[in-house]
């Protein structure tokens, strides 16, 4: 990557974090870092936006909902100290992705190799359900985020949410409405001017206790991504 898009890259996290446009979710965020969670009285909560995380010279980016209340929310990192953030990194590293199979904290020594982690939204939402204004706010983070990244060639949307979000974020780039049906596993592809998406189920602890998506299937579509962006 050039030092014109690591500054870029550099410059747009430094707004994402600072910023307070949603109201409710302002609230809420800073509302979760005061009270806390008994398990973690003596952490200093994040409470603030979170910003993307990973190689920033990825060909592959994976797009999650939200912060999680007591994950990213507390620890200040993208899918790390919960329990979908376990479920996903064990499979990243499985899928040779992540070169260790556990995200805890920001000093925790997890590098990701390849893949860029962001959410459509960047801040916990109540009851992990943003609004449509919330997510139309939000989405023109996303937007610039993938317009920096120079080798971006495959989007893995996790779960319905961020799959719309990637869809609307290529159609802003394409100038023309791009449509599709979530499926998990399925392959979008746009021409060879937009980068291609694959869908699948969102690691929550709903979907994985209940076998929704079991670790092998989220391993799978990982690799298939993988394969894709280095093709």
Not at 175 to 189: A, D, I, N, P, T
Request: net charge positive; glycine share 8%.
């Amino acid at each position: 990557m050039s030092d014109h898009h690591i500054k870029q890259l550099s410059d747009l996290t430094d707004e994402i974090v600072a910023c307070r446009m949603c109201t409710r979710i302002v609230d809420w965020r800073e509302k979760i870092g005061k009270e806390k969670r008994a398990s973690y009285k003596d952490w200093d909560y994040w409470a603030k936006p979170i910003p993307s995380f990973g190689d920033p010279d990825a060909s592959l980016v994976l797009i999650g909902l939200a912060p999680a209340a007591h994950g990213g929310n507390r620890t200040g990192r993208v899918f790390t100290g919960d329990p979908s953030a376990t479920f996903l990194t064990a499979a990243m590293h499985e899928a040779g992705l992540a070169n260790q199979p556990n995200s805890e904290h920001r000093e925790d020594g997890l590098k990701l190799n390849g893949v860029y982690i962001g959410t459509a939204v960047r801040c916990v939402p109540p009851g992990d359900k943003p609004t449509a204004e919330e997510q139309r706010t939000c989405l023109p983070y996303l937007v610039q985020e993938l317009r920096i990244l120079p080798n971006l060639k495959v989007i893995m949307a996790l779960g319905h949410i961020a799959f719309r979000a990637a869809l609307q974020t290529l159609s802003d780039m394409a100038e023309e409405k791009l449509r599709g049906k979530f499926m998990h596993g399925e392959v979008y592809r746009f021409g060879h001017t937009l980068p291609m998406i694959i869908a699948s189920y969102h690691p929550s602890p709903r979907n994985t206790n209940t076998g929704v998506l079991t670790k092998d299937a989220l391993v799978n579509v990982l690799k298939k991504a993988k394969e894709l962006s280095q093709s």
